[in-house]
């Protein structure tokens, strides 16, 4: 019984503290960084996928709601190294359980041989940006995930286990004192007996 109200306290507790994050980098503040600064994106990706590798980048260094931010994608050819030439189509869907909608947020050509797309999120939370386009007459679908503001605290894991350790302690509870009165009961059976 103790073992379990331990978890349950240590979840609870682990589940109240929220993470901490860098504010400034190198004596400038994070929110004013852009992929214009020398210092490095919030989140730099890289994958192979068919025949190009694909490098993405997320500016500022860490996205806010309501706050524009930018999304860098660089697409090579594996065969001859050279950028893919054409449109590339951005989409942003909500990365939670219940959510389905999915937003598309540009079309971006290239420009210097990178796509760069605009985004404004207005809720914090965890999003999946998607890339689409086509290439010698395949499509090319390509998902990175995006993590705007501080996340929530208590997120539906953290939530169903604390609802299934709540259970299980109340169960105990009633157990327990269901046993204290059948004792109680045979002990007053025992003394009429006598």
């Known amino acids: 019984m103790r073992f379990i109200l331990f978890l349950f306290m240590a979840s609870m507790l682990s589940a109240m503290i929220s993470p901490a994050y860098a504010h400034h980098v190198l004596g400038r503040p994070s929110y004013s960084l852009n992929e214009d600064s020398n210092t490095p994106p919030s989140m730099q990706i890289e994958t192979r ?9 997320v500016y500022p260094a860490f996205p806010k709601p309501g706050e524009p931010g930018r999304i860098n994608l660089y697409a090579l050819s594996i065969k001859d190294n050279k950028p893919f030439n054409g449109k590339i189509t951005f989409e942003i869907s909500d ?3 219940f959510s389905s909608a999915t937003e598309t947020i540009g079309a971006q050509v290239i420009d210097d041989n990178v796509y760069r797309q605009g985004f404004v999120v207005k809720n914090r939370g965890d999003y999946i940006i998607t890339a689409r386009f086509t290439a010698d007459n395949e499509p090319y679908v390509i998902d990175f995930p995006l993590r705007v503001g501080v996340p929530s605290q208590f997120t539906l894991p ?8 709540l259970v299980l302690i109340i169960v105990s509870l009633l157990q327990r004192k269901r046993l204290q009165q059948q004792r109680i009961r045979d002990s007053h059976s025992n003394k009429t007996v006598k």
């Open 49 to 57: 996928i068919g025949n190009y590798f694909v490098t993405y980048m």
């Open 158 to 165: 953290v939530i169903i286990i604390g609802a299934i350790l």
């Open 95 to 97: 990365d939670s359980w």
